[in-house]
Structure formats: structure tokens, C-alpha cells
């Protein structure tokens, strides 16, 4: 049989979103691919400079849908350099606690998503249901389960309710124990090897060349996080590690992701304990009145107001899950942002994608796009 | 002995009987004749063989349905009907209601024939197998090579219903399913002729007799793995469900079929896995024979051998649904570099052991007894 | 906190009246050159001062002129830098970054779609995000989100 375009997408079980990767087999050989994107362009940051600072958030939770509390706390940094605003530290306690259950729900979410694709049925169900779990804590403070508008410039919007400390540490033990399962149940597997190993290699130059960063980059055996390299936040008060893999491929990748969520809970339970023992405010008392009164609903008429405040420019970078993120603000003083500018990791990822598809069967498209963690909110924004 | 062609013979000859009773001489005597009885006994036959079989099907397929459920921290399907046992009665009436679709460029022919081509030669299967004493349509000489041959028709039809709805998907899951498909045919009929040795029969109903005294598995434990991969190839189930690769060719073979033509494929794929567990239960299992330390009671009430018979079943069922829910799938070249380089060998050294079996008269565990491997 | 040898490497290459490093908090420093220079400049960031890793290339239209603006990262300095180019908005022209940085590729396709600005000798120039043939630059000001629309409704006659 000659060669082929054949389309993965825009809907295929595959692409876990909506796009589209068009690839060229000869028999079951990949000899090109090439990656169209687009279908869920929703102008995001076009209408970030209609709405107001705060009512952006909302845009954010919209960017990655399984990854929320991240792109808020990357939109939320570069919005406060901009607008010259202090937090409170136990707003960055918070934030650090949130951006790190959203991370183990992400990377849940890609753990059901993966597994399912090399055509594991039963963890995918058990990884649906742990993330279910952290999705309740989270409705507990924030009310929402997937989008929370949940931080404010200045602050978080509200604090824990009672008791909650205590139920976010069982739910921690409860994960750590899970995570056990879920080793075995892919590890343990030859199938899984057979399946996984030596597929998708993307080494650390090439990475960095391309543009791939997160786990695609750890796993090639760079210790980069943004965590530790240019703490944000109160990273640079907490214990953790960067786990890091040499081998590359979709296996490695699997390893760095289990190892960060263990690293995660880590984070999570130093966080916890410090915002037991140090109550006190959430919010910036001292906001300007157009950034809203912290509990004030999103639209609230102070925001009509003509202010004249100092223009800056804010740039911010987080590690979100699926790797680096970057958001450029540029505050020219008006009520809304002049232009913002979100750097999606995944956007970068899927933008090498020649680089470890081709060559590999048709059979590992799915294993090895699996393993790069796609969003597509974040990279059609 | 009670057989089902005698009960299906009695059901129909009764009432005409009666009937006749009351009716003018050369009408009656039309009407009980003996071949209009036989042949309308045979329909009768049919009819509950059909129903039984059908039935079957779908409790294995709502058995799967439970059981992948609890395997994954669910319940499965629990709302129509006690414990969702007519569920999938419910979601067979929904399918046939649905409008089947062809695409523009598909072969009319092709597009409608292979569906009901592989559903039928799924069925007949069923009439060849003897579930117990008296079940089988008639004592077949070759009943087993006769099994084998039916069964081995479907990557044919698959490949026909992919080619012919021209879609790239279908084309890339058919072309896969023939080749594993053919691929596993050969470990198959090799790990059968080591039963074949054992017992100096094709005649299914000779060969579960010759396991009354021990089952074949135990000689041939090398042949029964053989048999099981195989059987799990052959009917497209997971680690080797690739031909419908859900994750990366859709749905594979299957993708443009809707409704009631996908409610065939899909029917018919569980029949082939319930024929599969029947051929693997016939062969190594013992069939509806159960072992002497068993007491009389268990194994003398009414239709006690097809009581033994479907437990068997459902129980090697319930292995492959445990191996459905904890492995993943392999790949196309993985695959069949294990068929051709591992199950080959494997059931060629596994005639070596039979044939060691009937020459040595003896068994490893059991001991050298009189009767092993004497046909 | 200025990469001080950055700043001296780069004046050492073109003095400073065509390029000139500015504070940028939390960065290394936000370079203003001359958009002619930005291969070269380029080239000096990743062979020289080791900014292996293109981050991310944005288009800003400031209405007279457009900006082009990078972030790189490097993993010796764990330091970003940005480097900003301006462009008029008539000549939205700029050499394009792919041959020295292969990841800047979907960034400028996705500047070229939304800001409207060109990348000479880019290698794939297509659409990204938008359709294809698409002939609006939606991230310019010039574009409107709140054009006033009319809407004919028409009504059914049953």
C-alpha cells in the first residue's frame, strides 16, 4: 500500500480535545504529521481587553478547563506586577495549596486519559474517581468544581471554610495510597512496557530547540521547574524535588508525572500546615476601589469608574501541569488590559510534534500523544 | 435419553396430533405425516437453539457488564429490570429503532451482506456444538474440524464490511483483524490437534468422553494457554482488540456501521466469544463431565450437564473479563511476532507432549493408569 | 537586576543607540533593538550568552507602531529576558526567528494571524488558529469587539 493522510481529529478518541493531527502512514508507519489547531479558538485574550482586571479570571478557568487554579495564578501574577499590588502571605499559601491540588487533578485527568489510550480500562475509572475527590475539596472553598474564579488580584476571594484543613489531609493519605494502585496496575504490566518504552523520544536539546517544556523536558533529563528555578508565590518556602528521568520516552514520562503528584501532596501538606498555624487576612485590605471589594460580585458597579492609575507591565511564569506557562500584561492605565499575552506549555508541545511522532507505528499515537498531555483550551486560547 | 430433538419433535407432533384428532380422515392423515412432523420438529429445533443461544449472549454480555463494573469501582448497569438484567434487551430495542446509514461511497452489497454474514456464521456454530448430552443438532464424525472451519470464516466478512464502506479506518482495522486473525488460526489448530492425539477423535462429543477420567488440561497445559491467547485473538478482545483499536483507529473495522448493523457486529462478537469459552470448556475443560470425587447428586438431576456445562462457561468467561479489565492493549507487529514466534513453537512442543502422553500411557500428576491416552 | 554582562555583551556588538537594555522586573532585562538587528541579536542571545530556549514571541499593537516582543530563558541563568522590537504598523515586517529558534514557528504563525505582522522567511506561514483565508487580525485595536450589528429577523409566515 503507497502512503496516506489519514486525519486524527477533529474528533477521534485520540486528541482529548478538539483539533485535529493529520498524519501520513505507509502501512502502519508515521512519515509525517502535521498538527491543525484552531477549533476552539474562543479570542480569549481579545476579550481580555473588554473586561475588567478581575472579571478576566473568569476567561482564565476557560483557558485549560482542567487546569483552572493554575491559569488563574498565572494570569493573577501578571496582573498584580502590573498593577503594582501587594498579597498577603496567606493568600500565597493558598494559592501555592490550590495550584498544587489542581495539579494532581490534572495529572489524574491525564493518567485516566493515558491509560486509556494504550487500552487500560479499569485505572482510567479509578483515576476519574480520585480526581473526583480532590474536584469536591475544591468545590468546598471555592464552589466550583472545574471553574472556580477563585483568586482575585490581591488575594484569594474567600478563606478555607472550618475543618477544612483536616479533610484536605485525609484526602492526601488516601491519594498517597492510591498512587500504589495505580503503579502497579501500569508498571507491573509487560504490556505496558511493550507499549511504552523507547516510543516518542524526544531528547533534551531537541527539547529545548523546540520549544517542549514540563515533563516532556524532565523526562529528557533537564531539571528545569520554574518552581524551583524562579519561585513565584511561597514555592521558595516549601520542601520539594524535581524529579527528573533520562530516558525520554513515553514511559519516563509517566514516571515524572507520578512522581510530581507524590511531590505535590508533599507541597500540599507543608502548605496546610503553615495555613493552620497562621490565620489572617486573604485579600489586599487596601485594593483600589475599580478592582472590586474582595467578596463584591464580578461587574459590580465600582468598576465604572474613570481611574488614573500608574501604567506597568506585568510578565509572569509559572510551572503550570503541563509545563511552562507565560502570561505579558500590559496595564496602560484604562480600566481594562491593553493587551495580554498567554503562553500555553502544551501550545509549544504540540508545535514539535514531527519531532516524536514520525517514524513510530500508527498504534503509538495515541501512547505517545497520551504522554504529552493535551489541552486544547490553553493552546487555542 | 431425552434429547432437545426429541422435546422439540414432542412440542410440535403433540398438538397436531390433537388436532388431527378432530379433523376428516384424509386431512389428518396429511397432516400427521411423519416428514411434515420432522421437518417442522427441525424448525422447532432451531427456534429454541436460536432463543437459548441468543439469550446466552446477551447474559454473557450483561455478565461482562457487571463484572468490568465491580472490577472498576462501579456498579454497571442496574436500572432496567432486576440488577439491570434487561438492560441490554433495552439497548438491543433502541438499535434496531435506529436508522443505519450507509456512506455515499460504500459498496451496497458488501456494506450489508458482511454484517449479516459474520452473525450467521456465528450462529451455526451453535448447532455443532454439543452443550450436553443430547443438545447437538446430530453426533457429527468432524464436528470439531467442522467447528474450526466455521469458525475461521469471520476475517473474511470483517475484511469484506471494512473494504466495502470505504473508510480509511475500517480499511487500516480490516486489514489488521485478517492478518491477526490469520495469524492466530495456526497456534489454534495446532493446540488442537495435541487434544486431537489425546483423544483419537474430532468428534466433540468422543472427546469430552475421553476427559471423564481426567481433563485435557492438565496434560496439555502448554496447549490450553496456546488455545486461550488464541481464542482471545480471535475474538478481538483485549490485549488484542486492535483491529478496533478504540483509541487510535476509532473503531476500527466496524467505524461506519450504525444501528442495527453495528447491534450484528457487536452481537455477533460475543457470540463468538461465548463459542470460544464453549470450545475451550469442550476441549480442556471436561465439557459437562465433572470429576468422580464430585458426588452422584450434583451430577444426575435433570439437564445437570448443561447446568456444569454453562457454570464452566461463565467461569472461563469471567477470566477473560478479568483479563479485559487489568491489561492493556498490544500492538499490531507485537502482536504478531508473539503468534508467529512464541504460540507456534509453544503448540508444537505441546503435540510433542501429547503424543509423549499417549505413547508413555502415563500422566505427571495422575500416574501411568490404564485408559489415558488409549482412544 | 540587569544581566550586567549581557548589557556589556550587547553594546560590545552594536553600541547603544540601535539597541539598549532596560530594567524589567523579575527578568534579566527587556532589550529594545532595532528590528533589523533581530537575527543577529538572536544569535548573540543563544551562542553567546547561552538563552538556549525561545519561550514565547508575542505581537503587541500599540495602533502607531506594532511590537515584537521575545522571552527567553536560559538554564544556566534560570533567568527570562525579554527582547522587544518595534515595527510601523504600515510595514509590519520582521525577519523571522524560526531558522535560529525552530519553536518560535507556531508563535509566529499565530502573531502573523492575530497581529498582523509578517514574518519574512518564515518556513510555514499558515493559518494557525483562525481559517483558513481569514482576512482579519483580530488582536488588532482596530478591531472591534462591540461593532454595532443588525440583525434581520425575518419573520415566518405559517
Not at chain 1, 465600582?302 to 509545563?323: M, T, V, W
Not at chain 2, 461511497?105 to 456464521?121: E, H, K, L, N, R
Request: aromatic fraction near 12%.
Amino acid at each position: 500500500m503507497s502512503e496516506m493522510w489519514i486525519n486524527m481529529g477533529p474528533q477521534h478518541p485520540m486528541t482529548h480535545g478538539l483539533w485535529n493531527l493529520r498524519v501520513k502512514i505507509d502501512g502502519e508507519i508515521v512519515v509525517d504529521v502535521d498538527a491543525e489547531m484552531g477549533y476552539l479558538h474562543r479570542g480569549i485574550e481579545k476579550i481580555s481587553e473588554d473586561r475588567h482586571y478581575n472579571e478576566v479570571i473568569t476567561l482564565m478557568d476557560r483557558c485549560c478547563y482542567v487546569a483552572g487554579m493554575a491559569w488563574e495564578h498565572l494570569y493573577i501574577l501578571a496582573a498584580e506586577e502590573a498593577l503594582h499590588v501587594t498579597v498577603p502571605e496567606r493568600a500565597l499559601y493558598i494559592r501555592v495549596m490550590s495550584e498544587e491540588f489542581q495539579r494532581v487533578a490534572s495529572h489524574l485527568m491525564w493518567y485516566a486519559a493515558f491509560v486509556q489510550d494504550i487500552g487500560l480500562l479499569t485505572p482510567f475509572l479509578y483515576g476519574m474517581r480520585d480526581r473526583d475527590l480532590i474536584l469536591d475539596l475544591f468545590q468546598s472553598y471555592t464552589g466550583g468544581r472545574m471553574t472556580y474564579e477563585y483568586m482575585r488580584v490581591g488575594g484569594v476571594r474567600n478563606d478555607m471554610p472550618p475543618g477544612f484543613t483536616d479533610r484536605a489531609r485525609k484526602l492526601c493519605t488516601w491519594l498517597i495510597d492510591r498512587f500504589k494502585e495505580y503503579d502497579t496496575l501500569c508498571l507491573a504490566s509487560t504490556i505496558f512496557h511493550k507499549r511504552c518504552d523507547n516510543i516518542g523520544v524526544l531528547k533534551a536539546a531537541a527539547c529545548r530547540k523546540h520549544g517542549v517544556t514540563g515533563p516532556m523536558l524532565r523526562s529528557a533529563g533537564v531539571k528545569a521547574d520554574i518552581r524551583k528555578d524562579r519561585p513565584y508565590a511561597a514555592y521558595d518556602r516549601v520542601e520539594f524535588d524535581v524529579p527528573v528521568q533520562q530516558d525520554a520516552d513515553v514511559t519516563a514520562r509517566y514516571l515524572i508525572r507520578m512522581e510530581e503528584m507524590r511531590q505535590s501532596i508533599r507541597i500540599i501538606r507543608q502548605t496546610l500546615d503553615w495555613l493552620d498555624a497562621h490565620p489572617g487576612p486573604v485579600i489586599a485590605p487596601q485594593l483600589p476601589r475599580w478592582l472590586g471589594a474582595p467578596y463584591a460580585p464580578i461587574g459590580n458597579e465600582g468598576y465604572l469608574l474613570k481611574r488614573n492609575y500608574p501604567h506597568g507591565l506585568g510578565f509572569s511564569a509559572i510551572e503550570e501541569p503541563h509545563g511552562e506557562a507565560l502570561a505579558y500584561l500590559v496595564n496602560d492605565g484604562g480600566e481594562h488590559p491593553y493587551r495580554v499575552k498567554f503562553k500555553s506549555p502544551v501550545f509549544a508541545n504540540i508545535s514539535a510534534v514531527r519531532e516524536y511522532v514520525v517514524g513510530y507505528h500508527v498504534a503509538d499515537i495515541p501512547p505517545i500523544m497520551g504522554s504529552v498531555d493535551i489541552c486544547v483550551g490553553e493552546v487555542d486560547r | 435419553m431425552l434429547s432437545l430433538y426429541s422435546v422439540a419433535y414432542d412440542l410440535i407432533s403433540i398438538p397436531l396430533t390433537a388436532i388431527a384428532a378432530h379433523l376428516p380422515a384424509p386431512l389428518s392423515a396429511w397432516l400427521v405425516n411423519t416428514t411434515l412432523l420432522n421437518v417442522l420438529g427441525a424448525l422447532v429445533f432451531c427456534a429454541i437453539l436460536l432463543g437459548a443461544s441468543m439469550i446466552n449472549t446477551i447474559m454473557l454480555i450483561w455478565f461482562e457488564r457487571k463484572m468490568l463494573g465491580r472490577f472498576m469501582d462501579r456498579r454497571g448497569a442496574m436500572h432496567v429490570g432486576f440488577a439491570g438484567l434487561l438492560q441490554n434487551f433495552a439497548d438491543g430495542l433502541k438499535l434496531f429503532r435506529k436508522n443505519t446509514r450507509r456512506p455515499k461511497d460504500a459498496d451496497f452489497v458488501g456494506f450489508y451482506a458482511a454484517p449479516t454474514a459474520y452473525m450467521v456464521s456465528s450462529l451455526v456454530m451453535f448447532a455443532i456444538l454439543p452443550v450436553s448430552t443430547g443438545w447437538s443438532a446430530g453426533a457429527l464424525p468432524l464436528s470439531l474440524l467442522l467447528a474450526l472451519v466455521v469458525f475461521s470464516f469471520a476475517p473474511l466478512f470483517i475484511f469484506l464490511s471494512a473494504w466495502s464502506s470505504a473508510n480509511k479506518y475500517s480499511l487500516l482495522g480490516g486489514m489488521r483483524s485478517a492478518a491477526q486473525m490469520i495469524a492466530y488460526e495456526v497456534p489454534i489448530l495446532l493446540a488442537v490437534v495435541a487434544v486431537v492425539v489425546l483423544s483419537g477423535s474430532f468428534d466433540l462429543t468422543t472427546i469430552v468422553y475421553e476427559q471423564q477420567n481426567y481433563w485435557f488440561w492438565a496434560p496439555l497445559f502448554l496447549a490450553l494457554i496456546v488455545f486461550v491467547a488464541g481464542m482471545l485473538a480471535e475474538m478481538e478482545r483485549i490485549p488484542f482488540d486492535l483491529p478496533e483499536a478504540e483509541a487510535e483507529l476509532v473503531e476500527g473495522w466496524n467505524t461506519e456501521f450504525g444501528g442495527m448493523l453495528f447491534a450484528f457486529f457487536m452481537l455477533a462478537d460475543y457470540v463468538r466469544a461465548l463459542v470460544g469459552c464453549f470450545l475451550i470448556v469442550l476441549l480442556f475443560l471436561g465439557g459437562w463431565t465433572m470429576p468422580g470425587w464430585v458426588p452422584a447428586s450434583a451430577t444426575s438431576f435433570p439437564l445437570a450437564g448443561i447446568f456444569w456445562f454453562m457454570l464452566k462457561t461463565y467461569l472461563v468467561f469471567g477470566v477473560f473479563i478479568w483479563i479485559r479489565a487489568s491489561l492493556p492493549r498490544v500492538r499490531t507487529d507485537q502482536l504478531l511476532r508473539v503468534g508467529w514466534m512464541r504460540m507456534v513453537p509453544l503448540s508444537l512442543l505441546s503435540i510433542v507432549l501429547a503424543v509423549a502422553v499417549v505413547l508413555t500411557k502415563c500422566l505427571p500428576v495422575i500416574g501411568c493408569v490404564p485408559g489415558i491416552g488409549g482412544g | 537586576m540587569v544581566g550586567e554582562d549581557i548589557g556589556e555583551r550587547l553594546a560590545g556588538h552594536w553600541g547603544t543607540d540601535r539597541l539598549h537594555i532596560e530594567p524589567f522586573p523579575g527578568t534579566a532585562g527587556k532589550v529594545r533593538f532595532d528590528p533589523a538587528l533581530v537575527l543577529d541579536v538572536l544569535r548573540v542571545m543563544r551562542d553567546e550568552l547561552q538563552f538556549a530556549h525561545l519561550a514565547m514571541v508575542a505581537g503587541i499593537d500599540w495602533e502607531k507602531h506594532r511590537e515584537v516582543l521575545y522571552a527567553l530563558w536560559s538554564d544556566e541563568r534560570k533567568q527570562y529576558i525579554l527582547l522587544s522590537a518595534d515595527i510601523p504598523a504600515e510595514a509590519a515586517h520582521i525577519e523571522s526567528a524560526s531558522s535560529i529558534y525552530p519553536s518560535a514557528n507556531w508563535h509566529e504563525r499565530e502573531a502573523w494571524e492575530l497581529v498582523g505582522i509578517t514574518f519574512d522567511h518564515h518556513p510555514d506561514l499558515r493559518h494557525l488558529l483562525t481559517p483558513d483565508g481569514y482576512k482579519f487580525h483580530p488582536l488588532l485595536r482596530s478591531f472591534k469587539l462591540h461593532e454595532p450589528e443588525t440583525l434581520e429577523v425575518k419573520r415566518r409566515d405559517v
